[in-house]
């Protein structure tokens, strides 16, 4: 007589568990690993009272809630539905639930190689797990002292675009650079991009002085001057200079030319034109022509009037005519942001966190190749994203954001991390740390006091 009464234990089910069985047998036997380590592994976990009751649980069914589970096992009530358990071990999926004393062991494995955290992740995520493992192999490989010291370069931060001072000849660059034989000062005016090319005999600071000092009888003296940090322009020398000059003297942060790019790019088009048959003549002609970022000539910015060139000019052209300085300035701005927009682009930019006096660093002095300096924060320096740092032996340097590399200071946290392959948040970062905290109701607090209620279902 047929029945629409269900049996218990239907070989559908005795199928089903039997299909578990043999997946969980074949993911135990295409595990690498010797059958010494394997034991070990065992041993562990039998003493592990932890994860004994994690075992029950795997047998004989979680409870629904959280707060139903034991505090010990509730730091893997996330994973519970990829959870099994087989000949002493326990399993998340194909990987092994490590317990006790071997955590530290089997990190130290992970991070062999230093291969870096994404790649120590993938290596932990095809062989074993634990609760907070994806936390601790961050602060692993955070703090070892040989993935500090080899990490590669930092990335470029966004480009700062320097604003376009009020007036010509206000602020200029100076830079020196060298064509074949011959060493060139090339001074440039940040606002009308008017370039001057002197022929130095000897670079010392009394010459750059002098011809500083013949350029400013010309065009007058301006109010700041920008410069890298050459033995010509930080000497006392160049100070005394400045302080006779009354300008301020500007210096870009130590092997980082980025800090001054305006004289940078004077340099390139100084040589380009030093490179000519007649480099007197194309100075004329850069200086006549239209630059790209102002849409006018850099002796009509500087002087108010069109110079006179080899091409036949009207006269009424040449009467002096100040350029629209509105004008100019909107059209800079928006040449700037071009730029910004396409370095940006190309080199993949990212912002780098600000450093705090006191925070400590690592840093790759006089074109070191390794982060090899330790060394703290003092402060930061007058230009931007650059800093003042002392190093163990009291020595004081300034460098670019680019090239401190921040360090955990002692004694912090190690913060929260969700693993790739987990699709819940872990209840807890640590081995043996307890789950959420559990409240006089009988309701579950998250870390940040939020307090987890039970999902209420209808009773039909």
Same mark, same amino acid.
């Given at each position: 007589?047929?029945?629409?009464?269900?049996?218990?234990?239907?070989?559908?089910?005795?199928?089903?568990?039997?299909?578990?069985?043999?997946?969980?047998?074949?993911?135990?036997?295409?595990?690498?690993?010797?059958?010494?380590?394997?034991?070990?592994?065992?041993?562990?976990?039998?003493?592990?009272?932890?994860?004994?009751?994690?075992?029950?649980?795997?047998?004989?069914?979680?409870?629904?809630?959280?707060?139903?589970?034991?505090?010990?096992?509730?730091?893997?009530?996330?994973?519970?539905?990829?959870?099994?358990?087989?000949?002493?071990?326990?399993?998340?999926?194909?990987?092994?639930?490590?317990?006790?004393?071997?955590?530290?062991?089997?990190?130290?494995?992970?991070?062999?190689?230093?291969?870096?955290?994404?790649?120590?992740?993938?290596?932990?995520?095809?062989?074993?797990?634990?609760?907070?493992?994806?936390?601790?192999?961050?602060?692993?490989?955070?703090?070892?002292?040989?993935?500090?010291?080899?990490?590669?370069?930092?990335?470029?931060?966004?480009?700062?675009?320097?604003?376009?001072?009020?007036?010509?000849?206000?602020?200029?660059?100076?830079?020196?650079?060298?064509?074949?034989?011959?060493?060139?000062?090339?001074?440039?005016?940040?606002?009308?991009?008017?370039?001057?090319?002197?022929?130095?005999?000897?670079?010392?600071?009394?010459?750059?002085?002098?011809?500083?000092?013949?350029?400013?009888?010309?065009?007058?003296?301006?109010?700041?001057?920008?410069?890298?940090?050459?033995?010509?322009?930080?000497?006392?020398?160049?100070?005394?200079?400045?302080?006779?000059?009354?300008?301020?003297?500007?210096? *870009? &942060? %130590? =092997?980082?030319?980025? /800090?001054?790019?305006? @004289? $940078?790019?004077?340099?390139?088009?100084?040589? !380009?034109?030093?490179?000519?048959?007649?480099?007197?003549?194309?100075?004329?002609?850069?200086? *006549? &022509? %239209? =630059?790209?970022?102002? /849409?006018?000539?850099? @002796? $009509?910015?500087?002087?108010?009037?069109?110079? !006179?060139?080899?091409?036949?000019?009207?006269?009424?052209?040449?009467?002096?005519?100040?350029?629209?300085?509105? =004008?100019?300035?909107?059209?800079?701005?928006?040449?700037?942001?071009?730029?910004?927009?396409?370095?940006?682009?190309?080199?993949?930019?990212?912002?780098?966190?600000?450093?705090?006096?006191?925070?400590?660093?690592?840093?790759?002095?006089?074109?070191?190749?390794?982060?090899?300096?330790?060394?703290?924060?003092?402060?930061?320096?007058?230009?931007?994203?650059?800093?003042?740092?002392?190093?163990?032996?009291?020595?004081?340097?300034?460098?670019?954001?680019?090239?401190?590399?921040?360090?955990?200071?002692?004694?912090?946290?190690?913060?929260?991390?969700?693993?790739?392959?987990?699709?819940?948040?872990?209840?807890?970062?640590?081995?043996?740390?307890?789950?959420?905290?559990?409240?006089?109701?009988?309701?579950?607090?998250?870390?940040?006091?939020?307090?987890?209620?039970?999902?209420?279902?209808?009773?039909?």
């Amino acid at each position: 007589m047929l029945s629409r009464s269900p049996q218990q234990g239907t070989v559908h089910s005795r199928d089903s568990h039997t299909d578990v069985e043999c997946y969980v047998a074949a993911v135990m036997s295409s595990i690498p690993a010797s059958q010494t380590k394997m034991d070990g592994i065992r041993a562990e976990t039998a003493a592990d009272e932890q994860v004994q009751v994690v075992i029950r649980y795997i047998k004989n069914g979680w409870p629904e809630h959280i707060q139903h589970t034991q505090s010990c096992a509730r730091e893997y009530f996330p994973a519970r539905n990829e959870l099994s358990e087989h000949d002493g071990l326990v399993l998340r999926g194909s990987r092994i639930v490590i317990s006790g004393s071997m955590k530290t062991e089997m990190l130290e494995r992970i991070h062999d190689g230093h291969q870096g955290l994404n790649k120590c992740r993938m290596r932990a995520n095809t062989s074993v797990w634990w609760p907070g493992l994806a936390s601790q192999i961050t602060h692993k490989v955070e703090n070892c002292i040989y993935c500090r010291e080899h990490r590669r370069a930092q990335n470029k931060e966004p480009l700062l675009s320097t604003p376009l001072p009020d007036r010509p000849w206000r602020k200029i660059g100076v830079d020196l650079c060298v064509q074949g034989k011959d060493n060139f000062l090339v001074i440039s005016d940040y606002y009308s991009r008017y370039l001057e090319i002197l022929h130095m005999s000897a670079t010392t600071s009394a010459q750059v002085s002098l011809k500083l000092k013949a350029t400013f009888a010309r065009y007058g003296i301006p109010e700041e001057v920008v410069s890298d940090n050459g033995p010509q322009f930080s000497s006392e020398v160049f100070k005394e200079f400045a302080h006779e000059m009354d300008f301020r003297h500007v210096t *870009s &942060s %130590p =092997h980082n030319p980025q /800090g001054n790019g305006h @004289a $940078e790019r004077a340099v390139q088009t100084a040589k !380009r034109i030093l490179q000519q048959k007649d480099p007197l003549l194309a100075l004329m002609i850069y200086r *006549s &022509s %239209p =630059h790209s970022s102002t /849409g006018v000539s850099p @002796a $009509e910015l500087l002087m108010g009037r069109k110079i !006179r060139t080899t091409l036949p000019t009207l006269d009424k052209v040449l009467q002096p005519k100040w350029p629209n300085r509105q =004008h100019i300035r909107a059209k800079d701005a928006v040449e700037k942001r071009k730029q910004a927009f396409h370095y940006n682009k190309r080199h993949g930019v990212r912002p780098l966190t600000p450093l705090q006096p006191g925070n400590p660093v690592l840093a790759r002095l006089d074109n070191q190749k390794t982060w090899s300096t330790p060394a703290e924060v003092v402060g930061e320096s007058t230009t931007e994203r650059s800093y003042v740092i002392a190093t163990e032996q009291g020595a004081l340097y300034r460098r670019n954001r680019r090239h401190l590399q921040a360090l955990p200071e002692v004694g912090s946290s190690v913060e929260q991390s969700v693993e790739p392959n987990t699709p819940e948040v872990q209840a807890s970062s640590g081995g043996g740390s307890p789950g959420p905290k559990v409240t006089p109701s009988g309701l579950s607090q998250t870390r940040s006091g939020r307090v987890v209620k039970p999902v209420q279902r209808l009773d039909l």
